[in-house]
T-cell receptor, first 113, second 113 residues
Framework: AQKVTQAQTEISVVEKEDVTLDCVYE???????LFWYKQPPSGELVFLIR??????QNEISGRYSWNFQKSTSSFNFTITASQVVDSAVYFC??????????FGGGTRVLVKP | SAVISQKPSRDICQRGTSLTIQCQVD?????MFWYRQQPGQSLTLIAT?????????ESGFVIDKFPISRPNLTFSTLTVSNMSPEDSSIYLC??????????FGPGTRLLVL
């Protein structure tokens, strides 16, 4: 199985610090999509961003930014100036041919006031 | 994106009983997906439900344990049968689109005693 690996299981920071979440994926496909989702304590899974394999342009959206590097099969996510409301579990996921959406193990982010 | 609702939002059930979870989408979708998230774990796909055909189950999941109905293009149910404490999880309904992004319902938190 082609895996998605989030090596960090938990990150704890103090408010206003930056947080970078790592994601490394395996794929034999030339066309695929990468995603980040946020799961706050309430449990719902919130879609944050999608990238396709042909678009390596990095993106900034408010306090969030994403760094996609195809050469290293990585799709990292940074929260700038973290806030308590950013405390959640963040999942990286990959979707290739067919309908299989494969999730990483998740990284729990705890932002302390 | 589609608005997805699930009922019940949470439940506590006795061992050996069954629970049916409902998923309603505010637009017509071809495929609906059911996921399980065991405590502290990532998401695992249970099955894919197409309207008018049998659901397709992933390895490790069987129809007798997790029967699924898909009577129309906006609704699906997942039944967790003959429950044991190991079935305690969050169950999430998901749909795809627009585009390849998968969106998730708010989840059903199930505790089996």
């Amino acid at each position: 199985a082609q895996k998605v690996t989030q090596a960090q299981t938990e990150i704890s920071v103090v408010e206003k610090e930056d947080v970078t979440l790592d994601c490394v994926y395996e794929t034999r496909d030339t066309t695929y999509y990468l995603f980040w989702y946020k799961q706050p304590p309430s449990g719902e899974l919130v879609f944050l961003i999608r990238r396709n394999s042909f678009d390596e342009q990095n993106e900034i959206s408010g306090r969030y930014s994403w760094n996609f590097q195809k050469s290293t099969s990585s799709f990292n996510f940074t929260i700038t100036a973290s806030q308590v409301v950013d405390s959640a579990v963040y999942f990286c996921a990959r979707k290739a041919a067919g309908n299989k959406l494969t999730f990483g193990g998740g990284t729990r982010v705890l932002v302390k006031p | 994106s589609a608005v997805i609702s699930q009922k019940p939002s949470r439940d506590i059930c006795q061992r050996g009983t069954s629970l049916t979870i409902q998923c309603q989408v505010d637009s017509q979708v071809t495929m609906m997906f059911w996921y399980r998230q065991q405590p502290g774990q990532s998401l695992t796909l249970i099955a894919t439900a197409n309207q008018g055909s049998e659901a397709t189950y992933e390895s490790g999941f069987v129809i007798d344990k997790f029967p699924i109905s898909r009577p129309n293009l906006t609704f699906s149910t997942l039944t967790v049968s003959n429950m044991s404490p190991e079935d305690s999880s969050i169950y999430l309904c998901s749909v795809e689109g627009p585009g390849p992004t998968r969106y998730f319902g708010p989840g059903t938190r199930l505790l089996v005693l």
